[in-house]
């Protein structure tokens, strides 16, 4: 059981480029989301996914994309980094909220736009 | 967004002190939860409430959940140096699976 796993656990993009975020768990949780972490401002919602094939925004959506294929993996697409998205992104599951428990964190991904 | 307000924002105590740590809403929420950050990790949760009142303890952590349902209270008896780390409240609302945290307490613990 390894819980959520992220990928990579580093990454340097130039301004402009794309990538994603992998993001997979093996709990069978509905619940997924992704946060960015800046240093004072907590973690805020990016988006999350309440199950396969549904998506929707957070707090701080604008320039990331997502999809949920199936239920164990929940990717971060960055369509053109900007420098503004450098920052520690988590992704966290669990189960609905009729099952109770809060949130498994991943152990993130350090990004670094230049 | 919603937002909670966690203070203090940092804290700096000797080894075998208790700490208190606070987190406040403008609105309700139906559940609380208590995380904490290590350095160069996730966030791993401590201790979770779903009651208004309720009080539970995980080892010398306790929570409690505010009658008013807006807020919410984390104690550490007798620190060690292994407390350190950052401390993050989070609620949820009726409805709804979306966590709102608060900005985070910083604990630094002197031997």
């Known amino acids: 059981n390894a819980g959520v796993t992220q990928t990579p656990k580093f990454q340097v993009l130039k301004t402009g480029q794309s990538m994603t975020l992998q993001c997979a768990q093996d709990m069978n949780h509905e619940y997924m989301s992704w946060y960015r972490q800046d240093p004072g401002m907590g973690l805020r919602l990016i988006h999350y996914s309440v199950g396969a094939g549904i998506t929707d925004q957070g707090e701080v959506p604008n320039g990331y994309n997502v999809s949920r294929s199936t239920t164990e993996d929940f990717p971060l697409r960055l369509l053109s980094a900007a420098p503004s998205q450098t920052s520690v992104y988590f992704c966290?599951?669990?189960?609905?909220?009729?099952?109770?428990?809060?949130?498994?964190f991943g152990s993130g991904t350090r990004l670094t736009v230049v | 967004g919603q937002q909670l307000n966690q203070s203090p924002q940092s804290m700096f105590i000797q080894e075998g002190e208790d700490v208190s740590m606070n987190c406040t809403s403008s609105?309700?929420?139906?559940?609380w939860l208590w995380y904490k950050q290590d350095p160069g990790e996730g966030p791993v949760l401590l201790i979770a409430?779903?009651?208004?009142?309720e009080l539970t303890s995980n080892g010398r952590l306790t929570a409690q959940f505010g009658i008013t349902r807006k807020d919410s209270f984390l104690n550490i008896s007798a620190s060690i140096p292994s407390d350190v780390g950052i401390y993050f409240c989070?609620?949820?609302?009726?409805?709804?699976?979306?966590?709102?945290f608060g900005k985070g307490t910083k604990l630094t613990v002197n031997p």
């Open positions: 409430l779903y009651k208004a009142g």
């Open positions: 966290a599951s669990s189960y609905t909220i009729g099952q109770g428990g809060g949130y498994t």
């Open positions: 989070a609620g949820r609302q009726g409805g709804s699976e979306k966590l709102v």
């Open positions: 609105s309700i929420f139906n559940t």
